[in-house]
């Protein structure tokens, strides 16, 4: 596709298990972003992965929150033993060149923990 | 780590008045951008500024980049009902981090 394109678009899952949110970035783009949005909320910074590089976690709120990124194209975000207060949308963005380029968004995840 | 703050929360104006929405970083970035929310959607790219002090224009947008690169505006004049929506900064260093947004809505 054109755009990135992040599935399920909705989740509804039980306290304590566990989800796998993917993210399909736009093809050739280096760099990939996931963030956390409340309801009404700003955007929380949780990894971000370029190139081949270590990826920056220093955003993941627990170490029940992981992330990661096959072949430089496909990331998927995993959390595990969800909790009510992971319920937000997840949005994944990508850009060609990493940091200082533009960033495209996808139409994100709505987690909600039941 | 890297903070970036944003004021106002929330604004709202009568259409034609004027908004003007802030960001301040904790440390010097190496270029901010600014990206505009409709409700219900998701963020969309408006512009980056790189250098010390820059100024750049879209239209009736103004955006402004302080001479330390640490600080950031977004000047709307005379808005319209169409410019509805949260506005973020993200301040670019290590990482993209965005400001908690300012929600603008536009009364008729």
């Known amino acids: 596709g054109a755009g990135v394109s992040q599935s399920p678009s909705n989740k509804v899952t039980e306290k304590g298990k566990d989800v796998e949110l993917r993210c399909d970035p736009i093809s050739g783009h280096t760099a990939l972003y996931w963030y956390r949005q409340s309801l009404g909320q700003g955007l929380e910074f949780l990894i971000y992965?370029?190139?081949?590089?270590?990826?920056?976690k220093s955003g993941l709120p627990s170490d029940r929150f992981s992330a990661e990124r096959t072949g430089g194209s496909v990331s998927t975000l995993t959390i595990q033993r969800t909790q009510q207060e992971d319920s937000a949308v997840y949005l994944c963005?990508?850009?060609?060149?990493?940091?200082?380029?533009?960033?495209?968004f996808g139409q994100g995840t709505r987690l909600t923990v039941v | 780590g890297q903070q970036v703050m944003q004021i106002p929360q929330y604004q709202h104006v009568q259409e034609g008045e004027d908004f003007t929405t802030y960001c301040n970083s904790s440390t010097t970035l190496s270029n901010i951008q600014w990206y505009k929310q409709r409700p219900g959607g998701h963020p969309v790219f408006l512009i980056q500024l790189v250098k010390s002090g820059e100024v750049k224009k879209q239209k009736r947008l103004t955006f402004q980049f302080g001479e330390a690169k640490k600080n950031s505006s977004l000047h709307i004049t005379a808005t319209q009902t169409t410019d509805v929506g949260t506005y973020f900064c993200?301040?670019?260093?290590?990482?993209?981090?965005f400001g908690a947004g300012t929600r603008l809505t536009v009364k008729p």
């Open positions: 993200a301040g670019n260093n290590n990482d993209m981090r």
């Open positions: 992965f370029q190139g081949n590089s270590a990826p920056d």
């Open positions: 963005a990508s850009s060609l060149g990493g940091l200082g380029t533009e960033a495209f």
